[in-house]
């Protein structure tokens, strides 16, 4: 009888984690070497209570499906494991027969995933387990970039590019656009591809990267202020000022949670208090991870090309690796799928190197804007104006 | 030698104002009957200090791009005008051999257009007036519904929907997301379209037009989180309590605006203060005006047409009304375009009625879905879900 196979998903969502799956699942019903396969229901947590979902017969035309679905399909989680837990899951793949897994997540589900495979092996059994990249924020170690960031920045490039083109119409003097990514700038990075095209890009751009200065946002939009009527600025949530604390204050914590006013609405406040122009904050928050209709199509194919991969690898034996991209061009475009050691990933946190951000720490270079530029497939659509 | 026609444009724009402004063009220039085709640059002002763009020989595969462009291509404003500026107005336009002139906007704008028409009645000119409907918010009273709600009530179906598709793969306890349309609960009311097709609708809808109770709104909350571990809340910007206060404070005052916090972070604060759950509010404010990637068909294609019709009737010598849709049938959907005396829409804000409203005041009615349905267009995307 052959082996199951199992796919575990782990952290929040992005706008392609299903196409991974699909590209998992289409690959192991391919290879004709997997008995059962399995999906744990929401993550770890389904693992451990011998939750599974059986995708094994899915008809193909249902599962395409999962290439146009937002959000996980079989549910995921945000579990912080302890070692018997780790032990424990161990028990299980053996009991149903599990003896490779596909574990599709960020950083913390990259440590969880390096976890299961050092368990799996100090244990002797023959467990083979495999990382598969997924993260809005691309802030996973060693790869180029994670697929669900293409995504997430194609949605904040068209964001922008729209405010920008909505302000102009009729200026509201400071639009703030809030932007994902609380410890790594990259999907506030990407609003600056609104200038593609006949687009315009936003005014100002902050990232965590940088420390926060107030006077120095103020005096920055004062000086655009002079020139123009609706300045529009994106910032991160996660910006900090020179001491590593928040710009806003954190207001609750409940559990593990500590809960943070809006960084968008906040610098709109302090535009109003300190200048008296009128401003506004906008969030999407969720949205930009989970929007259909921005995905965009090469992110969407890297995903579904990593499940498969990270499946094939699986078959072929592999185990203790992430699969990741390496950039060979950028123009024309083009990747090499490599394996990373999952020690090399579990838990960097990669943040935006310094010769992607500007000097006056308020918006990105064009070495950012090239490399990103390919990731958003298909570019923004052209525009006109005429005032 | 012909006489020359005048577009402007009032209010806040949509994802479709400058698809009506494709239309007039478009038509005057068929027409054969127009000297030059100008509009007035960002609005009344625009036209107070005689700035006009000509838009007579732009060529066409330039023009067709208004169709794709968010925001007004030709500016708007918000002015609020003294009758002395009407007369202005009026000598403004003798001068420059206007006597043909379409205003797109909402209620502030059809007041305007209306006043525009009487002193240029008062005055013995022969200048002709017309309005083009216009507002994302779809509170123009008479029309059945007007250009740019369909959009924007698209996304927020489509937003919902993901969202809610989002929470279900990693339950966030509460996410509330806050919608566009202070006194008109429309395009809140939209988010229960999400539920069309094999999607989930959001699981509470809060409209302005019922008195919002901040002990009712919790004990929704908690009785569904016994059921569930993530709920959706869709909840109106513009949410006011018994007393016809908003329920958050206004937190400035700069000029004619005042501001206030945001709805959508205020009830989440409430859920984590009242009951200890994790929550989260999300805005996209402005983005929810200008996304052209949800455009609805339907919306375009109504307000290049409402654009084409305006224009005709001037030609044809009608003055002082505003175009509108009349609906003949919903299913299959069909309207008639009419024209309204511009008396009749002057600043009548249109509310949602009684049978939109659900009895719990926490919904809408299937009579409200099915009247909105066939305004987003093309409808929203399947998806799947195994958890």
């Known amino acids: 009888m052959k082996e199951n196979l199992l796919i ?5 969502p992005t706008a392609v984690i299903n196409a991974s799956l699909y590209g998992a699942v289409e690959e192991a019903r391919r290879s004709g070497q997997v008995g059962r396969i399995l999906a744990a229901k929401n993550g770890t947590g389904g693992l451990l209570k011998e939750e599974f979902i059986d995708l094994t017969d899915v008809p193909e035309e249902k599962l395409r499906l999962l290439l146009q679905t937002p959000g996980s399909a079989i549910g995921t989680s945000r579990d912080q494991l302890e070692q018997p837990e780790y032990e424990a899951m161990a028990r299980i793949l053996e009991k149903h027969d599990i003896h490779k897994v596909l574990m599709n997540g960020g950083n913390g589900t990259m440590d969880t995933c390096g976890k299961l495979y050092k368990t799996c092996k100090a244990m002797g059994n023959d467990i083979l387990v495999m990382g598969i990249p997924k993260t809005m924020d691309n802030d996973l170690a060693i790869t180029d970039h994670a697929p ?13 590019k729209e405010l920008v083109q909505d302000v102009k119409g009729l200026p509201i003097h400071v639009v703030v656009l809030e932007v994902s990514g609380r410890n790594a700038g990259w999907i506030t990075a990407a609003s600056a591809l609104a200038a593609d095209g006949n687009g315009e890009g936003p005014d100002l751009i902050y990232l965590p990267e940088r420390p926060f200065d107030e006077d120095r946002f103020i005096s920055d939009v004062k000086r655009l202020l002079e020139k123009k009527k609706g300045i529009v600025v994106v910032a991160s949530e996660g910006l900090k000022d020179k ?3 928040p710009i806003v204050e954190p207001i609750f914590k409940v559990g593990r949670s500590t809960y943070f006013g809006d960084v968008g609405t906040h610098l709109a406040n302090v535009v109003i208090r300190r200048l008296g122009y009128k401003a506004r ?6 949205l930009g991870r989970c929007s259909i209709l921005m995905q965009s199509t090469v992110d969407r194919e890297e995903a579904r090309l990593a499940g498969e991969l990270a499946c094939q690898a699986l078959l072929r034996g592999e185990t203790g690796k992430m699969v990741g991209f390496k950039r060979i061009s950028t123009e024309p475009y083009q990747v090499e799928p490599i394996l990373i050691d999952i020690d090399e990933v ?28 390919p990731l958003i497939g298909q570019g923004l659509d052209e525009m006109i104006s005429f005032n």
């Open 346 to 373: 579990m838990l960097h946190e990669k943040t935006l190197p310094e010769e992607f951000i500007n000097a006056d720490g308020n918006g990105v270079t064009e070495a950012f804007k090239t490399w990103a530029r």
């Open 243 to 245: 001491d590593g604390n």
């Open 8 to 12: 575990v998903h782990g952290g929040g």
């Open 281 to 286: 904050g906008e969030k999407p928050g969720l």
């Open 148 to 160: 669900g960031y293409g995504s997430a920045a194609r949605y904040v490039a068209e964001s922008t």
